[in-house]
């Protein structure tokens, strides 16, 4: 499965990376031997960079130890040469790199039950020991001289900088490539959130070992490249502080982008050798990226994010003014937000959803049964024994006053609750003993309350990343038109927050569920977009054949999608059946109003005394 990039703007930024390739490419031929040396530093360091943006800023892994996989990748290349001096250049370079994998999936064990800072104490205590193991053993050759020697046309230092150069030409279109693939992506949704990313049915543990592998390799080619351009690497080039320094230059850089890796192998070559000319002591570099770095996380983007977002700002202004000077109406301030098409009222009502029941797929009668799931914390009861079912073709409210334990039904039905008691079947298999990401893949699809699409991707690369199949782009039309949903290629950084919620409605179907729990799926929705998701919520069962569950505090929505509905109050349930009744019911009417009573004192009174609940 591909996720298919947009076609807007791929011409223009591909025409400028090729003037920037040849440019680049051109550049030492008018260079003397010192700058052709140093050029082809930058070009090497920038493989460390780049392999920082691979864990940390795509995966959002903070790694400290790139340029521990930098050292192994050189011990490798200076053993091998040692004991195989005949081999080529490339097969030396090649063998380092994939020398420094395996110590990659290594360093990124802990990364699976570990996050955020947690993650960069262990990577540094990585790079800690890798530097101590240097220090003592030290690399192939070091002490007796033996350097590593650069045969046949690459001992000429000008093929030997194009060698380095093409090589990372090949890196960057293979991890431009691989972003284009759900690996790829699945590292950017576990940087968004894990859960969501689980709740994808994506494997959060492999999307951070193949990161971190990737990560492994690409700086393990940049040590191979940097022992076979200086024929000895001294231990000190891969310490944990210089791993500190690296890390600081990509993140203020932007190295997740490959021109952000590019500018950052540069700054680390060319910093040093400006302060060597001006007679200022070295660590100021260090001090001056660190206070880059600061600014960078302040503003939350490094150079490179910053210049392309303000590219993307220049297109979007061009392309406003452009549609204003040919319509002849001022540039709208927003991008329009495609509607769904009415529904007559009367398909909505609970007694015609019934009727046109008959008419969806056929599936099992209950899509998913919960029986007496009981969640403890401690001594607190979360939920106590709930039990309810959501037949294939319904709509089922969950409603329940704040601190209900809606939540926590959701996140026990989906997965994330693994310690509770209980029984959650789907379609009559139980999936009790499984993980989120295994129920996903089995049929039990979720929204969030927050939102957690992929900002970086666009709206139909996230429809395919949650369906984990082939998915049409008339297929992906269709269900961004069922929901209300913005264009497929908008980016979903461009959408505001009410709208990334249809995205996710769409994504959930995308993945063809057997059932959908859809949290909060209208907040941040304006009255009129809701009205008509909700109609197109009712619609689901029908037209995609799977059951919903639908969180929701809006009482109206409920009514207008559901047909039936569960309340919840301190973990129980005081009330199930259909919509209308359980709005009457006494305990639920006490349940949100505290028993009290309305005008006149007639109970939550209505119209001739009906009892409503407002919420």
Request: proline residues 6%; positive net charge; hydrophobic residues 55%.
């Amino acid at each position: 499965m591909r996720l298919v990039s947009p076609p807007g703007a791929v011409g223009r930024s591909t025409a400028v990376a090729m003037v920037a390739v040849v440019a680049v490419t051109l550049l030492p031929l008018g260079l003397t031997s010192y700058w052709l040396f140093l050029a082809t530093s930058g070009v090497i360091a920038a493989f460390t960079a780049l392999s920082i943006g691979v864990v940390s800023g795509r995966a959002g892994l903070i790694s400290l130890c790139q340029l521990s996989f930098a050292a192994i990748g050189a011990w490798a290349v200076a053993w091998l040469s040692m004991h195989h001096p005949d081999l080529p250049v490339l097969v030396l370079v090649l063998a380092g790199g994939a020398a420094a994998v395996p110590f990659g999936l290594l360093a990124g064990l802990p990364a699976l039950r570990l996050r955020g800072v947690n993650i960069a104490i262990v990577t540094l205590g990585c790079a800690s020991v890798v530097d101590t193991l240097l220090n003592r053993y030290g690399i192939p050759g070091v002490d007796d001289g033996i350097i590593v020697t650069r045969s046949g046309v690459f001992g000429d230092d000008l093929y030997y900088f194009w060698l380095c150069w093409g090589l990372l030409l090949a890196v960057v279109v293979g991890l431009a490539l691989l972003g284009a693939r759900p690996t790829g992506a699945a590292w950017l949704a576990v940087r968004r959130s894990e859960r969501s990313a689980a709740a994808m049915g994506l494997s959060v543990p492999r999307a951070k070992l193949t990161a971190f592998a990737a990560a492994a390799f690409v700086a393990g080619l940049g040590g191979a490249l940097l022992v076979v351009q200086l024929g000895l690497a001294a231990n000190q080039s891969f310490g944990s502080f210089p791993s500190l320094v690296a890390f600081t230059v990509a993140v203020m850089f932007g190295a997740r982008f490959p021109e952000g890796a590019m500018f950052a192998g540069a700054a680390t070559v060319l910093m040093p050798e400006l302060l060597r000319r001006v007679d200022v002591p070295a660590d100021v570099g260090s001090m001056l990226f660190a206070v880059g770095t600061v600014f960078a996380l302040r503003q939350g983007s490094g150079v490179a994010e910053a210049l392309r977002a303000r590219a993307s700002r220049r297109r979007a202004d061009a392309a406003l003014g452009r549609s204003a000077a040919i319509s002849g109406e001022p540039a709208p301030v927003a991008l329009p937000v495609a509607v769904p098409v009415a529904v007559p009222v009367e398909a909505t009502r609970p007694g015609a959803r019934r009727a046109a029941a008959g008419s969806a797929r056929p599936g099992p009668a209950d899509a998913l049964e919960v029986r007496d799931l009981t969640v403890r914390y401690g001594s607190v009861v979360a939920l106590d024994a709930v039990s309810f079912t959501v037949p294939a073709d319904r709509v089922i409210g969950l409603i329940g006053p704040n601190g209900a334990g809606k939540s926590t039904l959701v996140d026990a039905v989906s997965g994330f609750l693994p310690g509770h008691t209980g029984d959650v079947r789907l379609g009559g298999r139980s999936v009790t003993g499984l993980s989120a990401a295994k129920r996903a893949r089995t049929g039990i699809r979720r929204t969030f309350q927050q939102g957690l699409a992929v900002p970086e991707l666009t709206v139909g690369q996230y429809l395919r990343l949650a369906a984990g199949r082939a998915l049409p782009r008339a297929e992906v039309r269709a269900l961004l038109e069922f929901v209300g949903g913005p264009p497929s290629d908008l980016v979903i950084a461009d959408i505001d927050v009410g709208t990334r919620r249809l995205v996710d409605v769409a994504a959930g179907l995308a993945a063809r569920p057997r059932v959908l729990l859809l949290d909060e799926p209208a907040a941040g929705l304006p009255a009129d977009t809701s009205e008509l998701l909700a109609a197109r919520i009712a619609e689901i069962p029908v037209r995609f054949g799977c059951g919903v569950l639908l969180i929701e505090h809006d009482m109206t929505m409920v009514q207008a999608a559901c047909s039936d509905a569960v309340v919840l109050d301190f973990g129980k349930v005081i009330a199930a059946g259909p919509v209308e009744e359980v709005l009457a019911h006494a305990d639920v009417v006490s349940a949100y109003l505290g028993g009290q009573q309305l005008g006149g004192g007639a109970e939550a009174g209505g119209p001739g005394g009906q009892q409503v609940v407002a919420v």
